[in-house]
DNA sequence: TTGTATTAAGAGTATTTTGTCTGAATAAAT
DNA sequence: ATTTATTCAGACAAAATACTCTTAATACAA
C-alpha cells in the first residue's frame, strides 16, 4: 500500500474533523468512534498531526482537537507528510535511495511523470475541498466491518460539538 | 512503499534478464550477485514468478531461471501482480476495501483516475522496452550499497551465459 | 478540593514483512 | 556411480509495523 495505516487514519479524521459545520474541538474518542478506529491508535497518529502544528490539541472536560489552521489551507499533502514523512513524494516505485535523472533506472521518466501527478494531486486537494464533498454526497470515510463497542457508541451520541473559542 | 521488496526485487531481476543479450538460463546465484540481493530471498521471490508461469526454471550445473515468454509479452504488470497480488491496481490510496461509485470516500474520482493511469503505465511497459533501456543507457538497476561477498562475485564472474536451446 | 474527561507519553504485545538457513530434488559432468 | 550445481520447499529469525494498555498531565465542573 501507498500509505501507511497511521496515515490512512490520520488522513480520514482530518477530513472528519473538515467535515463538521464549524471547527470546534472533538474528541479524539469520537472520532475513532466514527471512523471505526482502535481509540489508542489514532490518540497516537493524531499526536504526529498536533507536533506538526495542523492540529490544535486541549485537554480535559470537553477537549480535543480540533484544525489549527483553515481547512482551505491544509493540503492532503500536508496531513500525509506529517505521519508517513515527506519521502512518499520523492521516492520510487523500486525504493531505491540516491536515484535520479544522472543514474537511473529503466522506468525512472515514466515513474518521475506519474509521481508528479500524485503530489500536484495531493497537493492541490485541500481539506475543505474533501471535507465538502464528505457533506455533499453521501460519502464514507471509514472501513465500516467491525461493530462499534458500547464505549465509542456512548463517546459518538454523547458528543457535544461544541465549538472552539466559546467556553 | 507502494511495491513490496519482495516485488521490487522480482522486477528488477526480470528486467535484468531482459537486458541479456539472448534469453538464456541465468542463475539465481548470478542475478542476486549482479542486484545486490539476497540470494536465498530472490530465490523465493522468483518461485512466484515461474508459479505464475513468467518464468522457466531448470535444476542442476548450468541450469537457472529465464523469460518463459517473449520479453515484449511480459509487462511490468504481469511481474508485479504475480508477486504482489492482483489487488494493486484496484485497491485505494487508503486501502479500505470494497468500496466504489456506489458509496464513494471524498477523494474517490482523483484516486481512480490516479490509479488507473499507473496500471496503464505499468501494462504497456514491456520487459523488451525496459530491458532495452537499461541496455541503451548506462543505467543502475540495483541498490549498490552493499560490496558483493566472495560466492557471489565468483558466481558473477564464472556466469557463462549459455542460451537456451543449446545444450 | 475532589472527581471526571480528556490528551500525552511511552511501555508492551501482536502481526506482518523481510531475510536466513537447512535439507531436499534434479540434472549435468566426471 | 559419484560429485557438483542448481532450483524447490519450508522452517526459522529478525525487523518493521500495527495495535493495546497503563500511567501521567491537564483542565473543567460540582
Ligand atoms: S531512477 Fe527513477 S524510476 Fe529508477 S529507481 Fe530511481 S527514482 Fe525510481
Ligand atoms: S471510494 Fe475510491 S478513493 Fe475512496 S477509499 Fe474507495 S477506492 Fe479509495
Not at 44 to 50: A, E, G, I, P
Not at 79 to 95: H, N, Q, R, S, T
Not at 100 to 119: F, I, K, Y
Amino acid at each position: 500500500m501507498l500509505l501507511s495505516k497511521s496515515c490512512v487514519y490520520g488522513v480520514q479524521a482530518a477530513i472528519y474533523m473538515a467535515s463538521l459545520p464549524r471547527n470546534e474541538y472533538v474528541s479524539i474518542q469520537e472520532i475513532a468512534g466514527k471512523l471505526n478506529i482502535s481509540f489508542h491508535f489514532l490518540t497516537k497518529v493524531l499526536q504526529n498531526l498536533t507536533q506538526a502544528k495542523l492540529l490544535m490539541s486541549y485537554r480535559g472536560p470537553n477537549g480535543g482537537v480540533a484544525l489549527a489552521r483553515q481547512a482551505s489551507d491544509i493540503s492532503l499533502a500536508d496531513v500525509i507528510e506529517a505521519i508517513d514523512g515527506g519521502d512518499i513524494f520523492k521516492e520510487c516505485l523500486f525504493g531505491l535511495p540516491g536515484c535520479g535523472v544522472a543514474d537511473p533506472c529503466p522506468a525512472h521518466e515514466n515513474w518521475t511523470s506519474m509521481r508528479s501527478r500524485l503530489q500536484h494531486l495531493c497537493t492541490s486537494l485541500t481539506l475543505e475541498e474533501l471535507g465538502k464533498r464528505a457533506n455533499q454526497l453521501n460519502v464514507r470515510l471509514a472501513n465500516a466491518d467491525a461493530p462499534m463497542n458500547p464505549a465509542m457508541l456512548l463517546a459518538v451520541m454523547n458528543s457535544k460539538n461544541k465549538p472552539v473559542g466559546t467556553e
